[in-house]
């Protein structure tokens, strides 16, 4: 579980550098943007691991056909941290 939390971390931290990288590029920044986005990454690895304990369950039931009928489960998780 750990390792999932610190890749996922890393994987924000990777996309919030290149975001300001971007943006960067497009108008000035100071270097108190990298710890914006380091901030962002550890608030929404936070958030995921929150939400990892509430995972939503919705069963529906399709139909197939004219006569059957299965049951299909949709899960609803906004976190990439805990798998």
Do not use: P, W
């Amino acid at each position: 579980m750990i390792c999932n939390v610190i890749l996922f971390f890393l994987i924000y931290m990777i996309i919030g550098f290149l975001v300001v990288d971007i943006m960067s590029m497009i108008i000035s920044m100071d270097v108190y943007s990298y710890i914006f986005a380091i901030v962002i990454s550890v608030l929404v690895t936070i958030y995921g691991i929150i939400k990892a304990k509430h995972i939503c369950v919705k069963m529906e039931n399709v139909c197939i056909g004219d006569t059957k009928s299965i049951q299909v489960a949709f899960l609803r998780i906004f976190i990439l941290g805990i798998l």
